[in-house]
Nanobody, 127 residues
Framework: QVELVQSGGGSVQAGDSLRLSCAVSGTLGVYDMTMAWFRQAPERERELIAWVRGISDTTYHADSVKGRFTASRDNVKNIVTLQMNDLKPGDTAVYYC???????????????????WGQGTQVTVSS
């Protein structure tokens, strides 16, 4: 079994930065899995915003966050992080890290395809 524990988040002003972390424990590590960050704003569906492919360093960032957010993986610490810069009110949401047991070649957006989830953390950006 695999457990994902998130940290970070909070309330900030527009233009500020935040860093989210997701610590992985259990039978698989971040190197062996496909890791992702989703977010869910009120009244909206959960959406994929960043993806880190296992084994390689391939990453994907949604257009809505490209150039501002950076997802990365630390194989030694067994964590994934999401560095969020130049935050905007539209980034307000609950953020989730997620993992797939298998290494995928391209980002998969369907929530049902991910095997493990973090507990979620609130990010609130005020103008």
């Amino acid at each position: 079994q695999v457990e994902l524990v998130q940290s970070g988040g909070g309330s900030v002003q527009a233009g500020d930065s935040l860093r989210l972390s997701c610590a992985v424990s259990g039978t698989l590590g971040v190197y062996d899995m496909t890791m992702a960050w989703f977010r869910q704003a009120p009244e909206r569906e959960r959406e994929l915003i960043a993806w880190v492919r296992g084994i390689s360093d391939t990453t994907y960032h949604a257009d809505s966050v490209k150039g501002r957010f950076t997802a990365s993986r630390d194989n030694v610490k067994n964590i994934v992080t999401l560095q969020m810069n130049d935050l905007k009110p539209g980034d307000t949401a609950v953020y989730y890290c997620a993992a797939q047991r298998r290494i995928t070649t391209s980002p998969l957006t369907a929530v049902s395809l991910y095997d493990f989830w973090g507990q979620g953390t609130q990010v609130t950006v005020s103008s």
